[in-house]
């Protein structure tokens, strides 16, 4: 593995089974592999006494931002997913050790926009799951029909919640669960991460189509057996493809955890490290930026879809919202007349409050030294725009919007009316930018902020 220059910052959350072999392979093998544990955290902090060094405990999850980490590992409960996980993504790249919790669609699309927004990835454990390069390679060809994953072990083995923590065991072998994945991953959030990890794998299936089956066998006492079914559409003969894979992990009585699954983590744990790694001597790829060109007079929405780094918004999603600001208005004010765009800064800031985010208006009296830029998400600026008619430009004025915003360490200048984004470096390269603009006296600038950002106001550093 090819080591960088500083070590990549790493987290743990979760001193569980799992927690404490990746606590310990990292104290024992992270500076060889260029990794360094910057802090590790679990629910009972008295579970860490005595093993982890405590200038590594993290109390307070809310504060991990302040240990800088590059990847968070999540090996604790599901909860912690659906509590923290975008707050995680907003600070680090962040390793699923319970895939369970993105059976939940509020939990999966919060981590999607929080990846998509703070520019970092969301990594999927593979644990139990045997094959899953196999299981992916197949779907995306569009070679998966079929896909069902069994998991047996026994009863003491489980961690579930109603109604199958009521189903009786009726005898040596009993079934407690047959259908979609999704179903099962609310009740049993513990023991259906194999299942939640394969229906990641397959994308074009997904939780509803994957078939999961919780199987309580009195015989397997020191074991968990995982079975793994596909089938793919069927060939000119009329058979199909099949694969069956059987395994059978050694495992302590009443352990969630299998022993090979711990192997598996760490294998989890250097297969996210190296996709954020460079190979040895290679120049580092240039970052994948998204920039929209000019349309119309449609720069609003090209700055909101730059400073988000996605297609979120159109033409007509802006004019829904001009309609909504003025429903009673014949003539609508926040939009040209003509109907080509040119909206104002109430659309901007409705367009963002609608995904949860705000828009703080800079004071220009303030020294840009006090903007504190990595709690910012990005910047729209409203500038003085030269008019032209083809090639000769005209003695007049408009309004334009630009968007700034840091892609993998380095800002942009993602104007729309460039040919392709402008590098500006650093958060001193941005400043020197800022402060050119504001010297013109006719810029403003909006920071693009979470709703917490703007509540706390730590936007702005006094000190």
Request: charged share 20%; net charge negative; aromatic share 6%.
């Amino acid at each position: 593995m090819a080591q960088d220059k500083f070590p990549r910052k790493v987290g743990v959350v979760g001193y569980g089974r799992l927690g404490q072999s990746l606590v310990s392979h990292l104290l024992a093998q992270g500076s060889e592999l260029g990794l360094e544990l910057v802090f590790v955290w679990n629910r009972d902090p008295g579970r860490m006494a005595g093993s982890v060094p405590s200038s590594l405990q993290l109390r307070n999850l809310a504060a991990l931002g302040e240990r800088h980490p590059d990847l968070v590992i999540e090996v604790a409960h599901p909860q912690i997913i659906h509590e923290f996980g975008a707050q995680i993504l907003r600070h680090a790249n962040l390793l699923v050790g319970s895939p369970s919790a993105l059976a939940d669609q509020t939990t999966e699309r919060q981590l999607l926009e929080a990846s998509h927004l703070w520019n970092h990835a969301v990594f999927v454990a593979r644990g139990a799951l045997w094959g899953t390069e196999d299981i992916t390679r197949l779907d995306a060809a569009g070679g998966l029909q079929s896909l069902r994953v069994t998991m047996a072990t026994h009863p003491d083995g489980f961690r579930l919640q109603e109604p199958l923590a009521s189903v009786h065991i009726t005898g040596p072998r009993t079934v407690l669960y047959e259908g979609p994945v999704r179903g099962l991953c609310p009740f049993a959030p513990r023991n259906s991460n194999t299942m939640a990890a394969a229906a990641l794998a397959a994308p074009s299936l997904g939780f509803d189509n994957v078939i999961g089956v919780l199987v309580a066998d009195l015989s397997l006492t020191d074991m968990h057996m995982v079975d793994v079914e596909l089938r793919g559409p069927p060939g000119p003969t009329g058979r199909s493809f099949t694969v069956h894979t059987h395994r059978e992990n050694p495992a302590e009585p009443g352990a969630v955890t299998g022993s090979a699954t711990v192997t598996a983590f760490w294998r989890s744990l250097l297969g996210a490290e190296d996709s954020m790694s460079q190979a040895p001597g290679a120049q580092p790829n240039p970052p994948s930026v998204y920039h929209e060109r000019q349309r119309l007079e449609l720069c609003a929405v090209h700055a909101l879809n730059n400073v988000l780094q996605q297609q979120l918004f159109s033409q007509e999603a802006a004019d829904e919202i001009c309609k909504r600001l003025a429903p009673d208005s014949r003539l609508n004010p926040h939009r040209s007349l003509l109907g080509t765009g040119n909206y104002d800064v109430n659309v901007i800031m409705a367009a963002l409050q609608g995904l949860g985010l705000a828009a703080v208006w800079w004071d220009r009296r303030r020294p840009l030294s006090q903007l504190a830029l990595p709690q910012v998400l990005g910047l729209i600026l409203n500038l003085p725009s030269p008019v032209s008619l083809g090639l000769l430009s005209l003695p007049l004025r408009r309004r334009h919007w630009v968007a700034l915003r840091q892609v993998d360490g380095v800002y942009y200048n993602l104007d729309s009316k460039l040919r392709a984004p402008e590098a500006l470096g650093n958060e001193d390269g941005v400043r020197a930018f800022l402060a050119a603009a504001l010297a013109q006296g006719l810029c403003e600038v909006l920071l693009v902020v979470t709703k917490e950002v703007e509540e706390k106001g730590c936007w702005l550093q006094t000190d």
